[in-house]
Structures are given as C-alpha cells and as structure tokens.
C-alpha cells in the first residue's frame, strides 16, 4: 500500500461543477501539499497545508491530521482546469512523498 | 523574483551514452534543490535531493548520480544511459521544510 492514496485516479465532469479530489495518507506529517500539472508537464504549486483549510480563487484544500485525510475542491469547474492534480504529503527531513495523481478534464 | 530553469526541454540520447541536466535558480540563496522522475503515465519519483553545496542525498538506488558544485546549481548525470531512464525529469526548489515547492520546466528524455 503506498504511503500516499488518491482518489479518484480518473474524474470527467462538466463545466461548472464542483468537483472534489481525495486525499488519504498512512504516516505521520508535517505538511500536505497540493499541486497541479499540465498537459504539457509543468507542476504549479496550489497549497501548501498542515491544518484546516485554505481557498484561493475556486480553489479549496482541506485537511484532517486525526483522519489523515485531505480534499481539494474546485467550485464552477472550467476547461482550463483540466490537469494532474497531484497530492504530497511531508513527513521528515525535506523530501515529499507523492501521490500517483488524479487526471481532471472538464469538457465544455 | 525567484525563477529556476531547466536545461535542455527535450533530450534523445542512445543507450549507453552519458547524461547531463543542469538546473538552476535564480533569486534565492541557500534553498533545498530536487531531481524528480516522472515515467510515462507514472508519479512522482524523488531522485536526488541536496540541502547545501556538496551535499547529495540519494533515494533510489539507479545508474544515476547528482552533484551541487554552487549553491544554485544542481546537476544530473548519468555515464551510460538505460532504456529506463526514459521520463520526465524535473528540478524543484523551496526554502527550507515546510515551505511551498517551485518547479522547473522539466526535461523530457528518450533514450532509444
């Protein structure tokens, strides 16, 4: 079992739903993040959290410590937010350990 | 502003021959700099990681090696390259634990 789960691995929706990505992970942590990639590769930097929740634009992570469990949200989901969304969690040191991703396309 | 660039964006390299990636960042001094893996239709795999000049720190046991000769220059190598090696490489930096990660632009290597 990896140290890092995703769900789901595949998400279609249509435009302006809200949509949620889980997160659930096995260890102990100092810090989740929350990234996103492009079709074409890049990785962009959406959170970066260790307790309650945090929005910016649409965009909403939440995290549970007693759980180990975290969401992000995309509120009036558009086509351009078709990516990898990838989750990350910190345990020691200054490494990540990720998850395998969970690839959003929002048809129009 | 802090910037890091990622050079070459696409490499084709025949099996047996030699790598370098070079990365390096711009407008920051002292940061946690990372070498990622990305195999098709994979996750993220941590390859290397430094925390200061002249110091490595090695995930995954593999044919490939890292080395930090200034503070915001981290470089990939390889002597012979695998079939395997085949993926997305990206460089990463962020100032210290707990802190957001930034991400290179990537190389996208095919070894044939």
């Known amino acids: 079992k990896n140290e890092v789960e995703q769900s789901p691995q595949n998400l279609t929706a249509q435009e302006g739903e809200f949509i949620t990505i889980n997160c659930s992970y096995s260890v102990g942590i100092s810090a989740l993040h929350w990234l996103q990639q492009h079709p074409g590769g890049g990785i962009v930097s959406l959170f970066m959290?260790?307790?309650g929740k945090k929005k910016h634009g649409r965009l909403i992570a939440t995290i549970n410590i007693q759980e180990k469990h975290s969401s992000l949200h995309i509120t009036a989901s558009h086509p351009r937010d078709s990516a990898v969304y990838i989750c990350a969690v910190e345990t020691s040191g200054s490494r990540l350990t990720f998850g395998e991703g969970t690839q959003l396309t929002v048809n129009p | 502003s802090q910037t890091i660039h990622q050079w070459p964006a696409t490499l084709v390299q025949p099996v047996g021959s030699p790598l370098s990636l070079e990365c390096t960042v711009e407008?920051?001094?002292?940061?946690?700099l990372y070498w990622y893996r990305q195999a098709a239709g994979r996750g993220l795999q941590l390859l290397f990681y430094?925390?200061?000049?002249?110091?490595i720190s090695s995930e995954v046991p593999q044919n490939l090696s890292a080395s930090r000769p200034q503070d915001r220059q981290f470089i990939l190598s390889s002597k012979k390259l695998l079939l395997s090696d085949s993926g997305f490489y990206l460089c990463?930096?962020?100032?210290?634990?707990?802190?957001?990660?930034?991400f290179g632009p990537g190389t996208r290597l095919t070894v044939l």
């Open positions: 407008g920051t001094s002292n940061p946690n």
């Open positions: 959290l260790s307790s």
């Open positions: 430094s925390v200061g000049i002249g110091q």
């Open positions: 990463a930096w962020r100032q210290g634990p707990h802190n957001e990660q930034f």
